[in-house]
């Protein structure tokens, strides 16, 4: 393929707005989220590019005023799931027989949406449905949305460009990437929109069909999503929303023989079980499934002794709270150095206490709600054992109250034990957990910090000791896919550090590169001879000398 022929401009990442006061974006946002609360919508499921309703209405209410009705949706079940396949097989052929550009263009388009008329209403849904503050809404559902769609189409013009070299006179070599046979299962999560856009479209845009069933707390920005699609050209049946409880969805999509693969972002837990389902059930489909996920993450903040106590405790205090410590890679365990600890104590004692914890509609406030009651309940339980704990000190925080949203203070706890329970296990909210060390154990705690925990998302080291750097860098680089100096673990951006983890937090096939693009398409490789010969005899057959 000539080179010239691949003309995608390369992609430049989304300006974020700051939406300071008097500004154009804040004006509209607030606009957007006023509209959206003087409604109640009810929400579809899109099947074959039809809108397809149940009698079935499930409530949406926004997790910091739980008394406010925002929509209803329709739950499906099986049928419904069985339609959803059927739509995707149906559109598979034209779909994956449409010139890469084509499907490009439409993908290009759906960017230019969300930046443009569709910025302030998805940032709106975001954090009315998931409880988000105006920047953080900004950075998820407009910005890395926006980057994702415009840097897989560039990824994806990559990929065709690979092409093997001419490998002699009268032969040419090419290499075709195929679409994968079958249909593609993305099963979405609750705290990021714009996970929930990337999982069915980078597939998609590959030339694959699927079945996108989103968490049923991200629905309401799920739905703007499909209209941006639909906006953009997408045709029917390629993307297919439902709503259907995970098992039901699970019993009939991991039994289907054209199951060919799974774009998963959720927990460990629910995803080692599909992985043990689909290799129970491996000689039911036509094809090996590909296994995609990024699951948990228990993520750490380690502090050298030769740390900025001011670099440290901004770290601590942004990577651990912001959206209520509900990223995967969110700070939610972190090593300090004795002689650091007091300044460190100190600066997020200040800081916390000058947090505004409320519903996202006040631009002023910092932490919102958690997402649901039932985290809600989890993270209180966890906080009432520290606080009765003799063993565990309250640094912040640990007060909660649900009478009008699910809201938990921002809370810091120190513990004595490196193994205490909120040091191993994932919380996913805003509970930091923090143990101190002698400065000469700097060593040993490496050990401990690669060790603690089965998850392997995201980490940092804080120091202005290059060495200390080093050595950190290369004992824990097991320890985290993604990983950061001198910043918090949080933040990554789509085109600069690919997003993905290991052990337990995933296959890490790097969301936001072309890795990941790379395991929705399968090669054929193609060998064409010019000439090809006529008769079975080489010429060392032959007799003479």
């Keep these: 393929m000539l080179k010239g022929f691949f003309n995608v401009p390369p992609p430049q990442n989304e300006p974020v707005l700051n939406y300071g006061p008097r500004?154009?974006?804040?004006?509209?946002?607030?606009?957007?989220?006023?509209?959206?609360?003087?409604?109640?919508?009810?929400?579809?499921?899109?099947?074959?590019?039809?809108?397809?309703?149940?009698?079935?209405?499930?409530?949406?209410?926004?997790?910091?005023?739980?008394?406010?009705?925002?929509a209803t949706f329709s739950e499906g079940d099986a049928t419904h799931v069985t339609k959803a396949i059927e739509a995707a097989l149906a559109a598979k052929a034209d779909w994956e027989d449409l010139a890469w550009e084509q499907r490009a263009a439409i993908f290009l388009k759906a960017a230019d949406l969300i930046a443009g008329p569709y910025r302030a209403e998805i940032n709106a849904a975001t954090m009315l449905g998931q409880s988000?503050?105006?920047?953080?809404?900004?950075?998820?559902?407009?910005?890395?949305?926006?980057?994702?769609?415009?840097?897989?189409?560039?990824?994806?013009?990559?990929?065709?460009?690979q092409q093997p070299p001419i490998s002699g006179k009268g032969v040419w070599n090419r290499l075709e990437q195929r679409p994968l046979e079958g249909f593609i299962f993305a099963l979405t999560p609750f705290n990021f929109t714009a996970i929930a856009g990337n999982l069915p479209s980078s597939a998609a845009m590959m030339g694959n069909v699927v079945v996108w069933k989103p968490a049923y707390p991200q629905i309401y920005a799920a739905n703007v999503i499909m209209k941006v699609f639909?906006?953009?050209?997408?045709?029917?049946?390629?993307?297919?929303?439902?709503?259907?409880?995970?098992?039901?969805?699970?019993?009939?999509?991991?039994?289907?023989?054209?199951?060919?693969?799974i774009h998963f972002t959720g927990s460990t837990k629910v995803f080692q079980n599909i992985w043990q389902t689909i290799g129970t059930n491996i000689h039911k489909y036509?094809?090996?499934?590909?296994?995609?996920?990024?699951?948990?993450?228990?993520?750490?903040?380690?502090?050298?002794?030769?740390?900025?106590?001011?670099?440290?405790?901004?770290?601590?205090?942004r990577g651990a709270f912001e959206y209520q410590g509900q990223k995967c890679s969110a700070a939610s365990r972190a090593y300090i150095p004795k002689s650091l600890w007091p300044a460190v104590k100190e600066n997020v004692q200040r800081d916390v206490a000058?947090?505004?914890?409320?519903?996202?509609?006040?631009?002023?406030?910092?932490?919102?709600?958690?997402?649901?009651?039932?985290?809600?309940?989890?993270?209180?339980?966890?906080?009432?054992?520290?606080?009765n704990d003799k063993s565990v000190e309250v640094v912040t925080g640990g007060n909660y109250d649900k009478s009008k949203g699910w809201f938990i203070d921002p809370t810091i706890i120190r513990v004595d034990d490196p193994y205490y329970v909120t040091m191993c296990e994932e919380l996913f909210g805003p509970v930091l957990t923090v143990y101190v060390y002698e400065d000469k154990d700097f060593d040993k705690v490496i050990d401990i910090v690669d060790n603690t925990s089965i998850y392997a998302l995201t980490g940092s080291i804080i120091s202005q000791d290059r060495y200390a750097i080093a050595e950190a860098t290369h004992r824990?680089?097991?320890?985290?896919?993604?990983?950061?100096?001198n910043d918090k673990p949080t933040g990554a951006v789509v085109g600069q550090q690919p997003f993905g983890g290991a052990r337990g937090s995933g296959t890490n096939d790097k969301a936001g590169s072309m890795i990941n693009l790379l395991r929705w398409v399968s090669p054929r490789t193609i060998k064409e001879t010019f000439d090809p010969p006529r008769d079975y005899r080489y010429p060392f057959l032959s007799k003479e000398i």
Excluded at 142 to 150: K, M, P, V
Excluded at 288 to 312: M, W
Excluded at 374 to 386: N, T
């Design 354 to 387: 000058s947090f505004k914890v409320g519903p996202v509609e006040d631009f002023e406030n910092f932490v919102n709600a958690v997402i649901t009651e039932v985290s809600f309940d989890k993270l209180a339980k966890y906080i009432d054992a520290a606080k």
């Design 286 to 317: 036509k094809t090996y499934p590909r296994i995609v996920g990024e699951t948990g993450g228990k993520d750490f903040v380690l502090a050298h002794p030769s740390a900025d106590a001011d670099v440290v405790s901004t770290a601590l205090v």
């Design 23 to 70: 500004s154009v974006e804040r004006a509209a946002l607030k606009a957007a989220l006023d509209e959206a609360r003087s409604k109640q919508i009810d929400i579809p499921m899109y099947i074959g590019g039809k809108e397809v309703r149940t009698s079935k209405k499930l409530e949406i209410r926004p997790p910091h005023d739980h008394k406010h009705l925002l």
């Design 476 to 485: 824990l680089r097991n320890a985290a896919g993604n990983f950061y100096i």
């Design 132 to 161: 988000k503050n105006a920047y953080q809404a900004e950075i998820d559902a407009a910005c890395e949305l926006i980057d994702f769609l415009r840097f897989n189409v560039s990824y994806m013009t990559e990929i065709y460009q």
């Design 230 to 261: 639909k906006a953009a050209g997408l045709p029917d049946g390629v993307i297919n929303l439902i709503y259907v409880d995970g098992p039901v969805a699970g019993e009939v999509i991991f039994n289907h023989p054209d199951f060919a693969g």
